[in-house]
């Protein structure tokens, strides 16, 4: 893995950015230089923002004629050499779903930011709602993985999106920044660091860019234009990308592999932060917008005495279940407030032996923090 | 494949995937032969393709990059590979259901871009590999796995779609024109902005069977039969024009 420390491009200090602008701004600086996408409520400022961005830093903007084109060009500025990104809401985000098992299946490190709206259909979409991330796990058909951030302020939409590239190049993965509407308006003061941390995909010439002699390995990446006849299929292939479509083995083989490279190294891929949990009684996990009133109502509700603490989840796939089993056996309830209808709660119910108690809210609101606060003080 | 052009193939591939009787083979030749006069590197190129027989000409048997996509998107792939790295010489090879039905939003709006790639597109006038099923460019009246008493609807002319949405070369031949053919083909991929071949290839597994064409060569021969060159339209009244299929090059580039 190639990891360099390069200057940042935007000058170091403090800014006032939306969490769609600083998306924007961490793409650019993790060095996404294609960008295809199709305007939708509410990402579309990202993609405003990058056909300017990426015109000053000699990359390259494609508006497409829809989303499906949007992610099937990005694939194919990725295998030209790219570092790439698109940017949508569900609607968009469901059309691209079958692309997302290509690049899953052929090892196509993206990202994409799904600025999460509230559905399903069209929806409420100027409003909040946080529905994709059982999309995002499963969306697309066969078995594979992906990694998915949950970005709760507008520094993480600019963190986050630097970790998503990175993440991508190191696993040659699709990589999701799951944001919410909530975050992508947002305004707030984040900041930019002169240093910027960045993996580079790895390149070895002549050696075989679809397998790996470990069933969890990464193989190097080449690109087209490189002399190495590259054959890239979303068919099942062999390690140098012969089709296989009769080969039951090769195929046993792949999809082995590519769940493989992202379970077996989950522990470092998954990041969480804990607030007053090591005590806690009851324990709300929360990821996304949503945290923020968590940790309101956690701070609140320890001013009482009363014995709250936050999980936050900063990953969700794959899902932190080890801790989720140790928060589990230490307290006594586990809160989940969600803007969806319980798709992580779900989640930690496989994992938690204690009683876990599911919040949900779909009104293309946020949730309010004195909700969290009343909601967990009659679990206390 | 003749030996000259063995130097075009990857050499673990030992034989073509195509049906006796299938036109692509013929298409294949043509494309490489065109390759081999225009003196293209290899290297420089890429080759895309969506899902369906014609996507297989290039893909794994051409010495090159190749692109073997998702149904209908090979035209969105080329487009983000070629905006990227403009060094690519872009060649997108492919079906008529493929390219026109599934994938036809992207072909138009590529003409319209006047994307500098080219487009061979094999039209067999059905969905050949899925077991021929009716497709966008099946003619009125043919017989197809869901059209078993005849296609009610038109077929595109996909000439002057890809014509009128902005494309900078425009031809169509059948694969028993191949000298024809291949001029196109070179002339296609020495144009710059968009460019188009359409080739009408014949696919006796499932169109013919279903057409009452008893053998291979009896879709050859009435492909030979209903070409007809575009200069000679003008001369033709309405009747000598039935069933014919207008043969040449639409735009010149």
């Known amino acids: 893995m190639n990891v360099q420390e390069i200057d940042s491009l935007l000058p170091a200090g403090s800014y006032y950015f939306s969490g769609n602008e600083a998306a924007t701004e961490g793409a650019i600086a993790a060095g996404c230089r294609y960008y295809g996408g199709y305007p939708i409520t509410p990402s579309s400022e990202i993609m405003e923002r990058i056909a300017v961005r990426l015109k000053e830093v000699g990359g390259v903007f494609m508006q497409m004629e829809d989303e499906i084109a949007s992610i099937c060009s990005v694939i194919g500025a990725v295998w030209a050499g790219a570092k790439a990104m698109t940017a949508t809401a569900g609607p968009g985000f469901s059309l691209m779903q079958e692309a997302v098992g290509y690049a899953a299946f052929t090892e196509t490190p993206l990202v994409i930011v799904d600025v999460q709206r509230a559905g399903p259909g069209t929806g409420q ?23 998915t951030l949950s970005p709760w302020s ?19 993965v699709p990589v999701f920044l799951m944001a919410e509407e909530a975050v992508g308006h947002l305004r707030e003061r984040m900041d930019v660091r002169p240093k910027v941390k960045i993996l580079n995909r790895l390149k070895k010439k002549g050696a075989p860019p679809f397998g790996t002699p470990e069933d969890d390995g990464v193989p190097p990446m080449p690109s087209f234009g490189e002399g190495e006849n590259l054959l890239v299929t979303g068919s099942t292939h062999n390690e140098v990308g012969i089709r296989k479509t009769d080969d039951g083995n090769a195929h046993e083989r792949l999809v082995i592999r590519i769940n493989n490279k992202i379970l077996k190294h989950r522990q470092s891929i998954i990041k969480t932060e804990a607030y007053s949990l090591d005590d806690a009684d009851v324990v709300v996990i929360s990821y996304g917008f949503t945290a923020r009133s968590a940790l309101f109502a956690v701070e609140r509700l320890r001013k009482e005495g009363k014995k709250a603490g936050l999980l936050r989840l900063k990953t969700i796939w794959p899902f932190a279940e080890e801790l989720i089993c140790e928060v589990g056996k230490k307290a006594k309830k586990i809160f989940v407030p969600e803007m969806n209808r319980g798709q992580i709660a779900g989640e930690i119910l496989k994992y938690a032996e204690c009683d876990v108690v599911s919040y949900c809210q779909t009104d293309g609101e946020i949730i309010h923090p004195h909700k969290i606060v009343e909601e967990m003080r009659s679990l206390l | 494949m003749a030996r000259d052009l063995e130097a075009y193939l990857r050499s673990d591939v030992k034989s073509t995937p195509f049906c006796p009787g299938c036109g692509h083979g013929i298409l294949m030749n043509a494309i490489l032969r065109a390759i081999d006069e225009l003196h293209l590197p290899m290297d420089k190129m890429l080759f895309v393709s969506g899902i369906g027989c014609a996507a297989w000409i290039p893909s794994p048997n051409f010495n090159a990059d190749t692109l ?38 992207h072909l138009i709006h590529a003409a319209r871009r006047d994307m500098d790639m080219t487009v061979i597109c094999a039209n067999n006038m059905i969905y050949g590999m899925t077991g021929g099923q009716v497709a966008s460019t099946t003619p009125l009246g043919a017989s197809t796995a869901t059209s078993v008493d005849g296609n009610i609807y038109r077929p595109f002319d996909l000439c002057k779609l890809v014509q009128a949405a902005g494309a900078s070369y425009v ?7 191949v000298v024809s053919l291949k001029e196109a083909i070179k002339k296609a991929m020495s144009t710059k902005g968009f460019t188009f071949v359409e080739v009408l290839s014949p696919c006796p597994t499932q169109f013919g069977r279903r057409n009452r064409y008893d053998a291979p060569t009896d879709m050859l021969k009435t492909l030979m039969e209903s070409c007809i060159p575009v200069e000679e339209v003008e ?16 735009i010149h580039g």
Request: aromatic letters at 8%; glycine letters at 12%.
């Open chain 2, 171 to 177: 031809a169509r031949y059948s694969v028993t024109q």
């Open chain 2, 68 to 105: 073997h996509t998702l149904h209908g998107r090979a035209i969105a792939f080329a487009t983000g590979a070629k905006m990227f790295n403009p060094e690519l010489k872009v060649v997108v090879i492919s079906g008529d259901g493929d390219l026109t039905s599934i994938g036809g939003n």
């Open chain 1, 154 to 172: 507008v520094q993480e939409m600019y963190d986050q999106t630097i970790e998503a590239f990175n993440l991508a190049e190191q696993y040659r």
């Open chain 1, 125 to 147: 979409a100027t409003r909040v709602g946080s529905g994709d991330h059982m999309q995002a796990k499963w969306g697309s058909h066969g078995d594979y993985q992906v990694i």
């Open chain 2, 235 to 250: 001369r033709l009244s309405g009747e000598a024009l039935k069933d014919k299929i207008v043969t040449g090059e639409f």
